[in-house]
């Protein structure tokens, strides 16, 4: 009988954030050791209240940017997976300190490929559909090199995750680590925070606030939206598959819908008689994003499952109950109240 000090552990680096935090717990549900790595610069501690006290899991607090904590050094010989989560991931967010955005993506990087290089671990980076930057190909397939500005406002993410990428797969190349690489396409639900300048986020809390939701441009963007329980699946799928590991994977949802008709579909669940305002376009905002799939439908048997209207609902009751707010339009009452 193997001994708690003595079983493997997978370390999830950025796991109290958004889509970390549901990996830990979705871990935890099946039976996984789990150690979260966090430095809490943009994630919330709330997210992982649920989590404290449960048997297998550990919170570290640690900046992947400096040394890895010493806790996590020590007993590197029992990591098996590493899956690496950290950095911020909306505009308002990482535009903030663009170094640290950076250094988080290459730096950081390394030092857990480092880790896992010694841990004999395996190493899954996730990345991001910014990588496509605003694409002249639609849908976006992993072969894709990308239309992305390397000196606007949002290189320090975009071309922080090519390089985080490129890293990920010189360790492959080299024989130093076993990688899997997710792109990562637009994702929600709870555990969202309240101002990361998300679209879903942001239109949620306008509405549940009683102010004007706001659109960029004229509203006909397009954007495909993935259900975080649908993400963590396709990331947990792709950390145990038995693909070679040089070829990126999409994770996304390709139902494709305009930001305006998202917002119409915001103020039907919270609210009548919701305004809108229009602001101009961010520099280098994608006009169109919508993943190929094919990929992880053909290697891992992975597609989203959670229809936008019931993963809207969801999420905007769990912002309901965040802000303690009821809201006034047709949510179903069953699920304003879980």
């Known amino acids: 009988m193997t001994n708690d000090d003595e079983k493997s552990l997978i370390l999830v680096a950025g796991g109290a954030g958004f889509i970390g935090s549901h990996l830990c717990a979705e871990l935890l549900d099946r039976g996984e050791q789990v150690v979260c790595l966090d430095n809490l610069q943009t994630s919330n501690l709330?997210?992982?209240?649920?989590?404290?006290?449960?048997?297998?899991?550990?919170?570290?607090?640690?900046?992947?940017?400096?040394?890895?904590?010493?806790?996590?050094?020590?007993?590197?010989?029992?990591?098996?997976?590493?899956?690496?989560?950290?950095?911020?991931?909306?505009?308002?967010?990482?535009?903030?300190?663009?170094?640290?955005?950076?250094?988080?993506?290459?730096?950081?990087?390394?030092?857990?490929?480092?880790?896992a290089a010694d841990a004999g671990a395996?190493?899954?980076?996730?990345?991001?559909?910014?990588?496509?930057?605003?694409?002249?190909?639609?849908?976006?397939?992993?072969?894709?090199?990308?239309?992305?500005?390397?000196?606007?406002?949002?290189?320090?993410?975009?071309?922080?995750?090519?390089?985080?990428?490129?890293?990920?797969?010189?360790?492959?190349?080299?024989?130093?680590?076993?990688?899997?690489?997710?792109?990562?396409?637009?994702?929600?639900?709870?555990?969202?925070?309240?101002?990361?300048?998300?679209?879903?986020?942001?239109?949620?809390?306008?509405?549940?606030?009683?102010?004007?939701?706001?659109l960029y441009g004229d509203g006909s963007q397009t954007r495909s939206f993935c259900y975080v329980s649908d993400l963590v699946q396709g990331l947990i799928l792709l950390m145990n598959s038995d693909i070679t590991g040089m070829e990126p994977i999409n994770l996304g949802n390709p139902h494709e819908i305009t930001v305006g008709e998202l917002a119409e579909r915001v103020a039907g669940f919270i609210g009548d008689n919701v305004a809108i305002e229009y602001h101009p376009l961010p520099v280098d905002d994608p006009r169109r994003r919508k993943p190929d799939i094919g990929r992880a439908r053909e290697l891992l048997g992975w597609e989203p499952r959670v229809p936008l209207t019931e993963g809207l609902e969801r999420t905007c009751a769990w912002f309901a109950r965040a802000m303690d707010v009821v809201p006034t339009g047709p949510m179903p009452l069953e699920v304003a109240a879980e």
């Open 46 to 115: 709330d997210n992982l209240r649920g989590l404290e006290g449960r048997p297998g899991f550990e919170f570290v607090r640690g900046d992947i940017v400096e040394a890895l904590p010493a806790s996590i050094l020590d007993r590197a010989h029992r990591f098996k997976q590493i899956y690496n989560c950290a950095c911020p991931a909306s505009p308002p967010q990482y535009q903030v300190d663009p170094e640290h955005t950076m250094l988080t993506n290459v730096v950081g990087t390394d030092r857990l490929l480092r880790l």
């Open 122 to 214: 395996r190493f899954l980076l996730t990345s991001t559909s910014e990588v496509y930057g605003d694409p002249e190909m639609h849908p976006q397939r992993e072969e894709y090199r990308g239309w992305v500005s390397c000196t606007g406002p949002r290189a320090c993410y975009d071309e922080g995750k090519r390089a985080a990428e490129a890293l990920t797969y010189d360790f492959c190349r080299t024989g130093r680590a076993e990688v899997r690489v997710a792109r990562i396409f637009n994702t929600y639900g709870p555990h969202m925070h309240f101002d990361d300048g998300r679209v879903v986020s942001n239109l949620i809390v306008q509405a549940l606030s009683g102010k004007p939701l706001t």
